[in-house]
């Protein structure tokens, strides 16, 4: 069984930052891509930023220069420092992982959500 639980999240002013985290336990033996998506009100879940095991990431052009994904394989954890936030990053964020366990895979988990909400 594999758990991703993120953690973090709450209420800042336009202009504030946060830390995201997000941890993952269980059966595993390695972990690949990981990711924070977020869902907004009304909104489908779009993809935010992703990196890989070697540190390589990827953002959508709406969080570039403000926000910063980066990863502690020994922790098996994710983060995402957000700066600068906008009204517009309120949403429900998501991690997920492409994580290969003891029953095989890769297979992507992900984890239950954490509140963001930037509002003054």
């Known amino acids: 069984q594999v758990q991703l639980v993120e953690s973090g999240g709450g209420l800042v002013q336009p202009g504030g930052s946060l830390r995201l985290s997000c941890a993952a336990s269980?059966?595993?033996?390695?972990?690949?891509?990981m990711g924070w998506y977020r869902q907004g009100p009304g909104k489908e879940r779009e993809l935010v930023a992703t990196i890989s095991r070697s540190h390589n990431t990827q953002y959508v052009d709406s969080v570039k220069g403000r926000f910063t994904i980066s990863r502690d394989n020994a922790k098996n954890t994710v983060y995402l420092q957000m700066n600068s936030l906008k009204p517009e990053d309120t949403a429900v964020y998501y991690c997920?992982?492409?994580?290969?366990?003891?029953?095989?895979?890769?297979?992507?988990?992900w984890g239950q959500g954490t509140q963001v909400t930037v509002s003054s």
């Open positions: 997920k992982g492409s994580i290969y366990g003891f029953r095989g895979g890769p297979t992507d988990y």
């Open positions: 269980g059966s595993i033996i390695s972990i690949y891509d």
